[in-house]
């Protein structure tokens, strides 16, 4: 008996391995959690251009812009190993995106969740620029199990994001 085949894919995409070991390459970008780039970028009014400041890891100041945060939301394999991108479900068309959530572009961000359509604002996820107020910030900081893609977000990722910002030299 021969198996017919659909050519429609029925089965999510796999993604790559996350590459493991080895020493990190030197980089000039500043070592920061993503959540707390995230946040940083939401304090500071969630520009889409300008630059916007946060202290790394190692609490050297950086400046960083909306281009560096939003591959936190687009790329596949970042919050934990095997992890989908968060577009993979909050995607582009708020009819069919899960908690009617576009996480693709600044302007879908920015208009929120809980949207009857592309054109509407819905609930805001930024908390009126407070971080830690957020709704974003719940479901990147906090598991929740019950939640299809959340369980295992892993809150303390690091990521390169940024550059440090000159150092004030004094004038006599």
């Known amino acids: 008996m021969v198996a017919e085949r659909t050519p429609i894919p029925t089965l999510l995409p796999a993604n790559m391995p996350v590459i493991e070991g080895g020493e990190p390459a ?3 970008q500043c070592q920061v959690a993503a959540a707390d780039l995230i946040g940083a970028w939401v304090e500071a009014g969630s520009p889409e251009t300008d630059p916007f400041q946060f202290a790394d890891a190692s609490g050297q100041n950086c400046e960083s812009t909306f281009a560096e945060v939003r591959p936190l939301f687009i790329e596949a394999n970042l ?11 909050h995607g582009a068309d708020v009819v069919t995106a899960s908690a009617q959530l576009d996480l693709s572009n600044f302007a879908g961000i920015n208009a929120g969740s809980r ?11 930024l908390g009126a620029g407070k971080w830690k ?10 598991s929740k199990a ?10 303390s990722l690091v990521v390169s994001s940024g550059l440090p910002l000159p150092e004030a030299t004094p004038t006599p």
């Open 115 to 125: 949207r009857p359509d592309a054109e509407s604002n819905g609930t805001d996820i």
């Open 26 to 28: 030197a980089s000039s």
């Open 79 to 89: 919050w934990y190993s095997g992890s989908m991108s968060c577009v993979a479900c």
């Open 133 to 142: 107020s957020s709704l974003l910030y719940d479901f990147i900081t906090t």
């Open 146 to 155: 019950d939640v299809p893609g959340h369980g295992n977000i892993s809150s």
